[in-house]
């Protein structure tokens, strides 16, 4: 059991004492404060960018993908590496959503709103890459068994197939969840509306939330069953999403710990996002009796856990391949670790495996300057590692094909373009949105809890 | 002047725009020329030279229908009806300075599309190569001259007939006092006859031959054995013990055809039980030919000659009586030496059935000595046989030296250039530009503007040998037609049409001039042996009767020359060949055998000579030689020779067009009079700066995989199942049943990798055939080039003495295809015949099925690479094969649409294919025959016979993928008594 010195009770996951007034007091007034001029700089930067996203995207698409740094042995590029980056920052909405709301885990309730919505920003980032990474992105939609004239079916073996499916089940169901979760808070905020369009707005969104019991007993049960089918998802999504490379027989690609590996790294860098922007987000607006050091130090566990499963898979990579007597696996392995891409890959394993070690002191995992910090080296690490996974192309089997790769301009502009649209869209979502589980938070409370003076089993 | 383009278009407007005159249209004019190529280098892609290609539209008018109005015969085909899809074939001959290749040209309603190998014809015996190939390409250059040039004026050919008229009879006056000719060598009985004409209306006129590479020194070193300026012909199937003295005879020596089928055949090994040839080499610069000995020493160029003369010693040594002086080498390295002993032996041991060669590059009293070996061993009669040849005019470095010297004391006032492109590759110390500067009329025929072109008085446009009449001898003496395929699309002449005006003042069709040759030869009937003359491309018969002659080893002697500095070899290009143009994007983006470097030429140098001058590969190096300079980067090629430098010939235009334009380095500013092909003493010395190469394959080591397997012949012998053990892995299952290949065509390919020279033959005859575009320097350095066969050239051994091996690698149409398990709309799909086929029209271009290719076999479309060809361009495309788009895969077809003509023409017959009836275009081409194709259903076809030999590898067998394609091992024929 942990504990927060700061707390008058150790075991109480919000400080300060709040009352329910004043947790409904201190979210909704965010949506409902004059927009700040932070809130106005930041968004003017990051929608800049997202609109550069979408000039680079149609200079893409009247150029051909020959814009970007590909060539022969590497077909795939920073666009890939994108979409794998961004899905996978996109496992931690839905493992806080669904897994930890089952495995009645309530330290997630100050965390999990924005956790959701960072989940679904990222995997509408994460949707673009693959559909513009095709050399003919206007007709992108053979990949789907849509009936045609022409009587073609996709072809079901392809990991490809099972990528769109896998992603865009999780896309909806995450969606789902997320406003499903929204809707008693957006009642909130339509009861404190002042303004008609709020009024109205709020009004159509919260479906006539009134708060009655049989809602909440609906409420409730629909959370449990949209809970019971994310769960599956958080897996499923990252391990298809591992298949575009475990079935392929790239050397270095051709791997049965890739799915198990693929998701423990997506929970990983997940964390680190919901990480980085929470210890924002609790700074900008003033929320650090809900988002408490508590829950912020169990995130740094769970980072330091699928810090080292990911860690073992690293190893175990390298052991696997020396065991199988495969020279091509074999010098995939070495090749990543001394080869020309040698930088990208101690990159990874520094950010990845060394920087989260920091979290076996109790006293760094608590530490605000260190978590954030940490939490960006493992975004980058968590980047990176996508990068050497999919550079791997570059020294498959004959050496006479061998070649180098590198970005263009254009592949880092649309890295950044990508990361100016999550933003955009996170920003919008601070500024409209109850960005705390309003109703949940308030049920963590002692107050809520009917059995204020027994034991807790935290 | 000199920069102001010359070029005036022909009167046809280009767009709505021009004939407005709007100022984006001026802007569009002025930019065309002649800089062209320079766009391309500042821009990021070849998009934008593309796009500068796209303004011109000149030739919009031009793409129909031009069928010649002289009577030509077809080859295969009835030439009364042309089918509309139905490709015509007619023989025709491409000339090459005193050689000649007979050609069947693939024309679609009038207009060629594909040149193929007359197998009547002894130079080419059906086969080609990647200098003959491009050819076609050269065709449709939109670069080349369109118009006659009166010092920039467009003018019309009789405009230059007129002024001829009065110009002729001025010389004739004078006897010809004052007139020159300079053209390139040639073997051409019509050719000869103008030539004799011209001699006799202008006694006193002068006649000079010259090219910058020829085989001057060849004639020269005969004559001094024998007396008599012979040609060798070699038979090299009979040779079973060959030593090669700088002699690149499988690819850049002339007549390399003959040399690579013959070698082939000595060579290659049904079973371990054959008996197959050896090769010895002795070279400065790695060449293939070096690639493909059994021991290779390297030695610059000045130490060949002490190794020559020294095996002559030793020979003698050993017993063999010749006539060469004793103690004529100099002082050898110990590796050199230890050579010598094991060397002679087996040269003794085989007499009679040995083969001693020399390259052009040596001088002549190597050729010479050559000669008396052979004689001595005797192989004269044998396995090498001497011709004199006639109708031919031979390259004279001497007398071309005294023409310039008159040309710049004045004394030549009308000079007649017959093609040729002096100024841009005379040797630098006859500062030739200034010579024709004093020239008061000069004329030059050229296939475009070039750099001699610009400063003449009369720029006459030269037609392509496939708009021409003509005729030829080739190596042997056998005469080859040449037919025009297509009226000149520029309106071009040819070099008879401008000589028989030169000497009669008459403008005469060559159909005629040819024609005139030929009557009085034939005693009856013209016409019916006329077109069967046409119809086989060849007359039959006509070769050199052999002379039989003795050398006479007395006169040879040599000064030896004690040099400091660096030894430079100016050789031929290996990708650009001494015919191929500059201008030419299949050639330039060609990768070179030995450094696989494209669109640039280097310095090559030896590592140790590169850690000696600090200099890494794309390092800047000054080369300084008789006080002149360039800069060139370098490039470090494991087994070159030390302290030696090789340079390709052939780059560095600033005339030849859009794409030659300022690609390499013009290393004829070197170049002197006295050392055309080897110099000694040149200062080299790192300067500051890098260059950037396209450099097609990065990596040279097989990094101890089994991808070429290699044994020697003991080894093979031993255990003639060595190939097949060299890789273990355990049982191959599948998850699934795997369809079963078995009712109706299974087609499939051995390659055999014992015969493959790395000769690129394939790689161009694919890239004609298939529609393959070019993609430009930035692109192919990006790695995004798109030969859908490749040649992999991967090192062996240590760094400074390593072996080279070649492999030729395009889709293998495996049977269980990784590419087309990882498609997810199914635009790659196995048919049942056993092809792994694309659909293009599919494909949305997710590149999964390129990465999941073992063998890196698929090509993307990363632009649009043909969208904006220039219409002329468009004429070279063969419309059987799909022109892709952007954002498509692309990959070898087993050149689907042969097999579907060949399938078709059966079922008309009502019969099955045959073996043979289909042949694609890479197994078509090569030259040394290493490629087979056909049905493996077929127990007797004689692919399924090389796939059973014990030879026959599948690479990556190991990945149970089943490819269609299997090699068979290299082996080597190494002497167990040579120093390792």
Redesign the interface.
């Given at each position: 059991m942990s504990s927060a010195t700061e707390h008058h009770d150790p075991n109480c996951l919000v400080t300060g004492n709040p009352t329910f007034e004043s947790i409904t007091e201190s979210v909704s007034c965010i949506p409902e404060s004059r927009t700040p001029l932070a809130w106005k700089i930041m968004f003017s930067i990051s929608a800049s960018l997202a609109l550069g996203l979408f000039c680079l995207i149609g200079y893409l698409f009247w150029e051909g993908v020959g814009v970007w740094g590909l060539n022969n042995p590497v077909g795939w590029g920073w666009a890939i590496v994108n979409f794998v980056f961004w899905v996978g920052i996109g496992h931690a909405g839905t493992l806080i959503s669904a897994i930890l709301f089952l495995l009645r885990q309530r330290w997630r309730t100050a965390i999990n709103r924005f956790a959701e919505g960072m989940t679904i920003f990222a995997v509408i980032c994460a949707l673009i890459f693959p559909t513009i990474h095709v050399g003919r992105a206007w007709v992108i939609h053979w990949t789907l068994p849509i009936p045609n004239q022409m009587g073609v079916w996709p072809n079901f073996r392809s990991p490809l197939l099972w990528d769109s499916f896998a992603v865009g089940t999780y896309f909806i169901c995450s969606f789902l969840f997320w406003y499903v979760g929204l809707i008693p808070d957006l009642a909130t905020l339509r009861d404190r509306a002042k303004t008609r369009i709020r009024k109205i707005i709020y009004g159509l969104f919260s479906l006539g939330w009134r708060g009655g019991n049989r809602q909440w007993r609906h409420y409730e049960l629909t959370y449990l069953i949209l809970a019971g089918i994310s769960t599956p998802l958080v897996l499923s999504v990252h391990s298809i999403v591992s298949t575009d490379f475990a079935t392929a027989q790239v050397p270095g690609w051709h791997t049965t710990i890739f799915p198990p590996y693929f998701v423990a790294g997506a929970i990983f860098s997940g964390f680190a996002m919901v990480m980085t922007l929470s210890l924002i987000a609790r700074k900008v607006f003033n929320l650090t009796h809900i988002i408490t050091k508590k829950v912020l130090e169990r995130m740094n566990m769970i980072m330091l856990l699928t810090g080292m499963m990911v860690g073992y898979a690293y190893s175990m990579e390298f052991f696997i391949a020396w065991y199988s007597g495969n020279i091509y696996e074999q010098f995939a392995f070495v090749n990543r670790a001394f080869g020309p891409y040698a930088w990208a890959y101690w990159i990874m394993i520094s950010c990845n495996v060394l920087v989260p070690q920091i979290f076996w002191f109790k006293k760094l995992r608590n530490h605000l300057v260190v978590m954030f910090i940490a939490s960006i080296f493992i975004n980058i690490g968590m980047w990176f590692e996508r990068f050497v996974i999919v550079v791997t192309l570059a020294r498959d089997f004959l050496p006479a094909a061998w070649d180098y790769y590198s970005p263009t301009w254009h592949d880092i502009g649309l890295l950044i373009g990508s990361f100016g649209l999550f933003f955009t869209l996170f920003l919008l979502f601070m500024r409209f949105l109850p960005i705390v589980a309003m109703s949940e938070v308030k049920g963590i409370l002692p107050q809520a809890d009917p059995h204020k003076s027994g034991e807790h089993h935290g | 002047m000199k920069d102001k383009p010359r070029i005036n278009g022909k009167e046809y407007w280009r767009s709505l725009d021009q004939l407005g005159n709007t100022p984006e249209f001026r802007e569009w004019v002025e930019r065309e020329f002649p800089q062209g190529a320079s766009e391309m280098d500042n821009s990021w892609?070849r998009?934008s030279f593309l796009t500068i290609m796209g303004a011109s539209m000149a030739l919009a008018g031009l793409a129909g229908c031009r069928r010649p109005v002289e009577k030509i015969v077809p080859y295969v085909k009835a030439p009364e009806e042309i089918i509309p899809g139905i490709a015509q074939k007619y023989a025709t001959t491409m000339p090459s300075g005193n050689y000649a290749y007979g050609l069947v040209v693939e024309s679609h309603e009038g207009r060629p599309t594909k040149l193929e190998g007359n197998a009547l014809h002894p130079s080419s015996l059906g086969k080609s190569t990647a200098e003959i190939q491009s050819t076609i390409l050269d065709l449709y250059d939109p670069d080349r001259s369109q118009s006659l040039l009166e010092i920039g004026v467009t003018r019309k050919w009789d405009d230059f007939v007129a002024f001829w008229l009065t110009l002729g009879a001025e010389y004739s006056a004078k006897k010809g006092a004052g007139l020159a000719v300079l053209s390139e060598p040639f073997s051409s009985p019509t050719m000869m006859r103008l030539k004799t004409a011209f001699t006799k209306r202008y006694p006193k006129a002068k006649w000079v031959s010259w090219a910058p590479s020829a085989d001057e020194n060849i004639y020269t070193g005969i004559a001094l054995a024998s007396g008599k300026r012979l040609r060798p012909i070699y038979a090299y199937a009979k040779a079973k013990v060959l030593l090669s003295i700088d002699s690149d005879f499988l690819l850049t020596e002339n007549d390399s055809i003959v040399a690579n089928l013959g070698f082939a055949k000595g060579r290659s090994l049904d079973s371990e039980k054959d008996e197959m040839n050896r090769l010895y080499t002795v070279e400065s610069l790695y060449s293939p030919t070096g690639a493909m000995a059994d021991h290779r020493l390297r030695l610059k160029p000045t130490d060949i000659a002490n190794f020559a003369f020294a095996l002559a010693d030793e020979l003698s040594a050993q017993g063999l009586k010749h006539s060469l002086r004793a103690g004529l080498g100099g002082s050898l390295s110990a590796s050199a030496s230890k050579w010598l002993k094991p060397l002679a032996k087996d040269l003794l041991a085989n007499k009679g059935r040995s083969l001693v060669l020399a390259g052009a590059n040596q001088p002549p009293e190597i050729h010479a000595l050559v000669m008396v070996l052979n004689d001595a061993l005797g192989n004269n009669g044998k396995t090498v046989e001497y011709v004199e040849p006639l109708d031919s005019e031979f390259s004279d470095m001497s007398s071309f030296k005294t023409l310039t010297k008159d040309m710049r004391s004045g004394k030549v006032g009308a000079l007649v250039m017959l093609g040729g492109n002096p100024v841009y590759n005379a040797p630098v110390d006859l500062e030739f530009s200034k010579a024709l500067k004093k020239v008061k009329r000069s004329i030059h025929l050229s296939e475009r503007v070039d750099e001699t072109s610009n400063e003449v008085l009369w720029h006459i446009p030269k037609a392509h040998y496939l708009e021409s009449w003509g005729d030829t001898r080739s190596a042997d003496g056998t005469v080859g037609m040449i037919q025009p395929l297509i009226e000149p699309l520029f309106n071009g002449k040819s070099a008879v049409e401008l000589l028989s005006l030169i000497v009669t003042g008459q403008s005469v069709a060559g159909h005629d001039l040819v024609r005139e040759t030929w009557k009085p030869k034939v005693k009856s009937n013209f016409e019916k042996t006329w077109r069967r003359y046409l119809h086989d491309g060849v007359i039959k018969g006509t070769a050199y009767k052999a002379v039989r002659v003795s050398a006479n080893g007395n006169k040879i002697s040599r000064q030896s020359k004690v040099t400091d500095g660096y030894d430079i070899v100016f050789h031929t290009c290996r990708t650009l060949g001494t015919q191929g143009s500059a201008n030419n994007g299949w050639l330039q983006e060609l990768p070179d055998p030995i450094t696989k470097i494209s669109w640039d030429n280097v310095a090559t140098i030896s590592p140790a000579t590169a850690k000696d001058l600090g200099v890494a590969n794309e390092d800047m190096v000054r080369i300084t030689l008789n006080g002149h300079e360039l800069s060139i980067p370098a490039w470090i090629v494991p087994g070159h020779a030390d302290h030696c430098v090789g340079l390709a010939l052939g780059y560095g235009h600033t005339r030849s067009g859009r794409v030659g334009n300022n690609v390499g380095v013009n290393c004829s500013r070197l170049r002197n009079s006295s050392s055309l092909a080897i110099a000694t003493g040149a200062k080299v010395e790192r300067t500051t700066g890098t260059f950037e190469l396209a450099n097609l394959?990065?990596?040279?080591?097989?990094?101890?995989?089994p991808?070429v397997r290699e044994a020697t012949i003991e080894e093979y012998r031993k255990d003639p199942e060595v190939i097949k053990e060299m890789v273990e892995h355990p049982p191959l299952l599948s998850l699934w049943d795997d369809y079963e290949y078995t009712e109706g065509y299974q087609w499939g390919m051995a390659i055999d990798l014992t015969t493959c020279s790395g000769c690129n033959a394939c790689t161009i005859a694919c890239q004609s055939e298939n529609n393959i575009p070019i993609v430009g320097k930035v692109?192919a350095r990006?790695?995004?080039?798109m030969h859908w066969i490749?040649i992999?050239?991967?090192f062996s051994g240590s760094v400074e003495e390593p072996e080279m091996v070649h492999?030729p690698?395009a889709c293998a149409h495996c049977e269980l295809a990784?590419c087309e398990?990882?498609?997810?709309?199914?635009a790659t799909t196995h048919d049942k015949e056993g092809l792994n086929t694309m659909v293009y029209n599919?494909?949305?271009?997710?590149?999964?099925c390129?990465?999941?290719c073992?063998?890196?076999v698929r090509?993307?479309?990363?632009?649009?690479f043909t969208k904006d060809y220039p219409e002329v361009v468009k004429m070279a495309q063969n419309p059987d094969v799909t022109v892709r788009s952007?954002?498509?895969?692309e990959k070898c077809s087993y050149c689907v649409q042969r097999i579907n003509a060949g399938k078709k023409t059966a079922k008309l017959e009502k019969r099955e294919v045959r073996d043979g009836d289909i042949v694609v275009a890479c197994q078509q081409a090569c030259p040394a025959d290493a490629i087979t194709f056909g049905n493996l259903m077929d127990k007797n076809s004689k692919v399924s016979k090389m796939k059973k030999r014990n030879r026959d590898y599948h690479l990556?067998q190991e990945?149970n993928i089943k490819p269609r394609t299997s090699y068979l091992a290299k082996i080597r024929n190494p002497n167990p008594e040579m120093p390792s």
């Amino acid at each position: 059991m942990s504990s927060a010195t700061e707390h008058h009770d150790p075991n109480c996951l919000v400080t300060g004492n709040p009352t329910f007034e004043s947790i409904t007091e201190s979210v909704s007034c965010i949506p409902e404060s004059r927009t700040p001029l932070a809130w106005k700089i930041m968004f003017s930067i990051s929608a800049s960018l997202a609109l550069g996203l979408f000039c680079l995207i149609g200079y893409l698409f009247w150029e051909g993908v020959g814009v970007w740094g590909l060539n022969n042995p590497v077909g795939w590029g920073w666009a890939i590496v994108n979409f794998v980056f961004w899905v996978g920052i996109g496992h931690a909405g839905t493992l806080i959503s669904a897994i930890l709301f089952l495995l009645r885990q309530r330290w997630r309730t100050a965390i999990n709103r924005f956790a959701e919505g960072m989940t679904i920003f990222a995997v509408i980032c994460a949707l673009i890459f693959p559909t513009i990474h095709v050399g003919r992105a206007w007709v992108i939609h053979w990949t789907l068994p849509i009936p045609n004239q022409m009587g073609v079916w996709p072809n079901f073996r392809s990991p490809l197939l099972w990528d769109s499916f896998a992603v865009g089940t999780y896309f909806i169901c995450s969606f789902l969840f997320w406003y499903v979760g929204l809707i008693p808070d957006l009642a909130t905020l339509r009861d404190r509306a002042k303004t008609r369009i709020r009024k109205i707005i709020y009004g159509l969104f919260s479906l006539g939330w009134r708060g009655g019991n049989r809602q909440w007993r609906h409420y409730e049960l629909t959370y449990l069953i949209l809970a019971g089918i994310s769960t599956p998802l958080v897996l499923s999504v990252h391990s298809i999403v591992s298949t575009d490379f475990a079935t392929a027989q790239v050397p270095g690609w051709h791997t049965t710990i890739f799915p198990p590996y693929f998701v423990a790294g997506a929970i990983f860098s997940g964390f680190a996002m919901v990480m980085t922007l929470s210890l924002i987000a609790r700074k900008v607006f003033n929320l650090t009796h809900i988002i408490t050091k508590k829950v912020l130090e169990r995130m740094n566990m769970i980072m330091l856990l699928t810090g080292m499963m990911v860690g073992y898979a690293y190893s175990m990579e390298f052991f696997i391949a020396w065991y199988s007597g495969n020279i091509y696996e074999q010098f995939a392995f070495v090749n990543r670790a001394f080869g020309p891409y040698a930088w990208a890959y101690w990159i990874m394993i520094s950010c990845n495996v060394l920087v989260p070690q920091i979290f076996w002191f109790k006293k760094l995992r608590n530490h605000l300057v260190v978590m954030f910090i940490a939490s960006i080296f493992i975004n980058i690490g968590m980047w990176f590692e996508r990068f050497v996974i999919v550079v791997t192309l570059a020294r498959d089997f004959l050496p006479a094909a061998w070649d180098y790769y590198s970005p263009t301009w254009h592949d880092i502009g649309l890295l950044i373009g990508s990361f100016g649209l999550f933003f955009t869209l996170f920003l919008l979502f601070m500024r409209f949105l109850p960005i705390v589980a309003m109703s949940e938070v308030k049920g963590i409370l002692p107050q809520a809890d009917p059995h204020k003076s027994g034991e807790h089993h935290g | 002047m000199k920069d102001k383009p010359r070029i005036n278009g022909k009167e046809y407007w280009r767009s709505l725009d021009q004939l407005g005159n709007t100022p984006e249209f001026r802007e569009w004019v002025e930019r065309e020329f002649p800089q062209g190529a320079s766009e391309m280098d500042n821009s990021w892609s070849r998009r934008s030279f593309l796009t500068i290609m796209g303004a011109s539209m000149a030739l919009a008018g031009l793409a129909g229908c031009r069928r010649p109005v002289e009577k030509i015969v077809p080859y295969v085909k009835a030439p009364e009806e042309i089918i509309p899809g139905i490709a015509q074939k007619y023989a025709t001959t491409m000339p090459s300075g005193n050689y000649a290749y007979g050609l069947v040209v693939e024309s679609h309603e009038g207009r060629p599309t594909k040149l193929e190998g007359n197998a009547l014809h002894p130079s080419s015996l059906g086969k080609s190569t990647a200098e003959i190939q491009s050819t076609i390409l050269d065709l449709y250059d939109p670069d080349r001259s369109q118009s006659l040039l009166e010092i920039g004026v467009t003018r019309k050919w009789d405009d230059f007939v007129a002024f001829w008229l009065t110009l002729g009879a001025e010389y004739s006056a004078k006897k010809g006092a004052g007139l020159a000719v300079l053209s390139e060598p040639f073997s051409s009985p019509t050719m000869m006859r103008l030539k004799t004409a011209f001699t006799k209306r202008y006694p006193k006129a002068k006649w000079v031959s010259w090219a910058p590479s020829a085989d001057e020194n060849i004639y020269t070193g005969i004559a001094l054995a024998s007396g008599k300026r012979l040609r060798p012909i070699y038979a090299y199937a009979k040779a079973k013990v060959l030593l090669s003295i700088d002699s690149d005879f499988l690819l850049t020596e002339n007549d390399s055809i003959v040399a690579n089928l013959g070698f082939a055949k000595g060579r290659s090994l049904d079973s371990e039980k054959d008996e197959m040839n050896r090769l010895y080499t002795v070279e400065s610069l790695y060449s293939p030919t070096g690639a493909m000995a059994d021991h290779r020493l390297r030695l610059k160029p000045t130490d060949i000659a002490n190794f020559a003369f020294a095996l002559a010693d030793e020979l003698s040594a050993q017993g063999l009586k010749h006539s060469l002086r004793a103690g004529l080498g100099g002082s050898l390295s110990a590796s050199a030496s230890k050579w010598l002993k094991p060397l002679a032996k087996d040269l003794l041991a085989n007499k009679g059935r040995s083969l001693v060669l020399a390259g052009a590059n040596q001088p002549p009293e190597i050729h010479a000595l050559v000669m008396v070996l052979n004689d001595a061993l005797g192989n004269n009669g044998k396995t090498v046989e001497y011709v004199e040849p006639l109708d031919s005019e031979f390259s004279d470095m001497s007398s071309f030296k005294t023409l310039t010297k008159d040309m710049r004391s004045g004394k030549v006032g009308a000079l007649v250039m017959l093609g040729g492109n002096p100024v841009y590759n005379a040797p630098v110390d006859l500062e030739f530009s200034k010579a024709l500067k004093k020239v008061k009329r000069s004329i030059h025929l050229s296939e475009r503007v070039d750099e001699t072109s610009n400063e003449v008085l009369w720029h006459i446009p030269k037609a392509h040998y496939l708009e021409s009449w003509g005729d030829t001898r080739s190596a042997d003496g056998t005469v080859g037609m040449i037919q025009p395929l297509i009226e000149p699309l520029f309106n071009g002449k040819s070099a008879v049409e401008l000589l028989s005006l030169i000497v009669t003042g008459q403008s005469v069709a060559g159909h005629d001039l040819v024609r005139e040759t030929w009557k009085p030869k034939v005693k009856s009937n013209f016409e019916k042996t006329w077109r069967r003359y046409l119809h086989d491309g060849v007359i039959k018969g006509t070769a050199y009767k052999a002379v039989r002659v003795s050398a006479n080893g007395n006169k040879i002697s040599r000064q030896s020359k004690v040099t400091d500095g660096y030894d430079i070899v100016f050789h031929t290009c290996r990708t650009l060949g001494t015919q191929g143009s500059a201008n030419n994007g299949w050639l330039q983006e060609l990768p070179d055998p030995i450094t696989k470097i494209s669109w640039d030429n280097v310095a090559t140098i030896s590592p140790a000579t590169a850690k000696d001058l600090g200099v890494a590969n794309e390092d800047m190096v000054r080369i300084t030689l008789n006080g002149h300079e360039l800069s060139i980067p370098a490039w470090i090629v494991p087994g070159h020779a030390d302290h030696c430098v090789g340079l390709a010939l052939g780059y560095g235009h600033t005339r030849s067009g859009r794409v030659g334009n300022n690609v390499g380095v013009n290393c004829s500013r070197l170049r002197n009079s006295s050392s055309l092909a080897i110099a000694t003493g040149a200062k080299v010395e790192r300067t500051t700066g890098t260059f950037e190469l396209a450099n097609l394959q990065d990596h040279g080591s097989m990094e101890g995989r089994p991808i070429v397997r290699e044994a020697t012949i003991e080894e093979y012998r031993k255990d003639p199942e060595v190939i097949k053990e060299m890789v273990e892995h355990p049982p191959l299952l599948s998850l699934w049943d795997d369809y079963e290949y078995t009712e109706g065509y299974q087609w499939g390919m051995a390659i055999d990798l014992t015969t493959c020279s790395g000769c690129n033959a394939c790689t161009i005859a694919c890239q004609s055939e298939n529609n393959i575009p070019i993609v430009g320097k930035v692109e192919a350095r990006k790695g995004r080039e798109m030969h859908w066969i490749r040649i992999d050239r991967y090192f062996s051994g240590s760094v400074e003495e390593p072996e080279m091996v070649h492999q030729p690698v395009a889709c293998a149409h495996c049977e269980l295809a990784p590419c087309e398990q990882v498609c997810p709309v199914a635009a790659t799909t196995h048919d049942k015949e056993g092809l792994n086929t694309m659909v293009y029209n599919r494909c949305i271009g997710t590149r999964y099925c390129a990465n999941n290719c073992p063998y890196k076999v698929r090509r993307f479309n990363f632009f649009n690479f043909t969208k904006d060809y220039p219409e002329v361009v468009k004429m070279a495309q063969n419309p059987d094969v799909t022109v892709r788009s952007r954002g498509v895969m692309e990959k070898c077809s087993y050149c689907v649409q042969r097999i579907n003509a060949g399938k078709k023409t059966a079922k008309l017959e009502k019969r099955e294919v045959r073996d043979g009836d289909i042949v694609v275009a890479c197994q078509q081409a090569c030259p040394a025959d290493a490629i087979t194709f056909g049905n493996l259903m077929d127990k007797n076809s004689k692919v399924s016979k090389m796939k059973k030999r014990n030879r026959d590898y599948h690479l990556l067998q190991e990945l149970n993928i089943k490819p269609r394609t299997s090699y068979l091992a290299k082996i080597r024929n190494p002497n167990p008594e040579m120093p390792s």
